[in-house]
């Protein structure tokens, strides 16, 4: 296989196959994300991506291979007739893989029709990550991320509504103090309405080199305290109406790890949150940081 640049994938794709469709992001303009900054996008022709799963196949001879994640952001902005063939050939060469994966920006998702997605599952596309970052619309336009509420919602409706997994995350504190209560219900109302199978939060680490690195030391944004960041989170939590949603928030970047079903474990999640509020000690910057 050959690699372009730092290659991103989900945790949950940690024992995957990762082959690079695109390259890069197609957009690139969120303020706080400090991703691909080394590329510029394009999408790969198909003959190399079909050279690299050959690759694959040959050095994974004697090892069997579950799960395939088709990198790097946007994968989804491929045309469709193209994500048909690449999946062909995964199958093709693959047979014992029990799933395909790939980022799907709500942008990318919108531009497909409902029979495209439909069809992209069929050939085996089983699940989606999109990154919906915020449910309110002022923070989504502060942080620039190309999309309004209404098309978050739309966007993971159609991931759902083709039979595919959708897994989503946010991210803690994106809206800073002067959003924190909108940042929180509306990112709660978000996941009441298009009720993914995964949600996963992220704390937010303003890094040097971002946009918001530059609006932060200009004072645009007040990061949030690892108080106002359980705030938020008992906001989102107490106000959010998922049933069977599976919730994380239990990557390095996050204060205090919690993790649960909706609505089963809401309780029991508050309760966390209250035990931690009480305690009032987090995890270091230096630790979140890794």
Known sequence: MRY????????????????????????????????????????????????????????YSRIKVKRVFLADGDALIVKTADLLYILGKV????????????????????????????????????????????????VLKFVKKGATQAEMIEAGKKIKDAGMILSVTLISGL?????????????????????????????????????????????EIELLKPQEVLEEMKLFVSNVDSEGTVFRANHASNYIPLGGTFNRDKESLLAQITEAEKRNTFKSDYFRAL
């Open 175 to 219: 809206g800073g103090r002067k959003y924190l209560k909108e940042h929180a219900i509306n990112s709660a109302k978000v996941i009441t309405e298009i009720k993914p199978e995964y949600v996963g939060f992220l704390t937010l680490l303003v890094e040097e080199g971002t946009p918001m690195y530059d609006q932060l030391k200009n004072g």
């Open 4 to 59: 372009e640049g730092t290659v991103y994938r989900p945790p949950s794709e940690a024992g995957s196959l990762i082959i690079q469709l695109t390259i890069g992001c197609a957009r690139n303009t969120c303020t706080f994300c400090a991703m691909y900054k080394d590329k510029n996008f394009r999408i790969r022709p198909l003959e190399d991506v079909v050279e690299d799963l050959q690759m694959a196949r040959e050095y």
């Open 91 to 138: 199958k093709e060469l693959f047979p014992e893989c029990e799933r395909i994966s790939m980022y799907g920006a709500p942008k990318d998702i919108l531009g497909k029709t409902p029979e495209e997605l439909k069809t992209l599952k069929e050939a085996g596309l089983d699940m989606v990550y999109m990154g919906i970052e915020s449910g309110d619309d002022e």
